[in-house]
Structure formats: C-alpha cells, structure tokens
C-alpha cells in the first residue's frame, strides 16, 4: 500500500518562510517524480513545482524564485521550501508521485497525499 503522508503546514505572516514534507511508503521511492500541488477554497488544484528523478525541477511561474522543492531519495523525502510567502499561497498543498517511464518501471498509477495546510496572514 503507497502512502504518502505530508506534515509541516501551518499559519505564518506574510514575508516568512515554512517548509512543508512528504514522506513515502510502501513502494520503490526512485521511481516517481515528486510534485506539490495546492487547492484554495473554491479554486482547481494547481501545480506549484515537480523534481523529476534526475533532479530537474519545474516551477509555477506563481512561485519560481520563492519556492524550492527537493528530494532526498535515502529518506523517501520530498520538501517543498516556500519562502517570501503571501496571502495568495494560501491553500491545501498536495504532495504528488508520478511514475517516471524513463526509469523503465511499468508502474502506471498515480498517487495523492491528504494534504497539508498553508495558511498565509497578511
């Protein structure tokens, strides 16, 4: 059984910084690309940024340059570092595994954390 359990979330002011996690289990960690996503209240989930299982990331043009999201693939860890956080980064953040075919796996399926809250005050 895959579980993906993501902790870290919380209220902080505008301005500040928090650094949200993901712990995996129950399945082969190298695999997967790892991404966030966030939903606010009545708004579609969005991609806000994915490391892929080389290291390369992507980020939402929303958050490139406040946000860094890393893997420490011993740990079966994803962090996504938010700095200079705003009102606007309020949501539920998602954690995402995508498997990656370039690793030559035949896994398919796709797997959700429950999700963290990030509650910005300004």
């Known amino acids: 059984q895959v579980q993906l359990v993501e902790s870290g979330g919380g209220l902080v002011q505008a301005g500040g910084s928090l650094r949200i996690s993901c712990v995996a289990s129950?399945?082969?960690?190298?695999?997967?690309?790892m991404g966030w996503y966030r939903q606010a209240p009545e708004k579609p989930r969005e991609l806000v940024a994915r490391?892929?299982?080389?290291?390369?990331?992507n980020y939402a043009p929303s958050v490139k340059g406040r946000f860094a999201i890393s893997r420490d693939d011993a740990k079966e860890t994803v962090y996504l570092q938010m700095n200079n956080l705003k009102p606007e980064d309020t949501a539920v953040y998602y954690c995402n595994a995508d498997p990656d075919p370039a690793t030559g796996t035949y896994y398919t399926e796709n797997y959700w954390g429950q999700g963290t809250q990030v509650t910005v005050s300004s």
């Open positions: 490391i892929s299982t080389s290291g390369s990331t």
């Open positions: 129950g399945t082969v960690f190298t695999i997967y690309t």
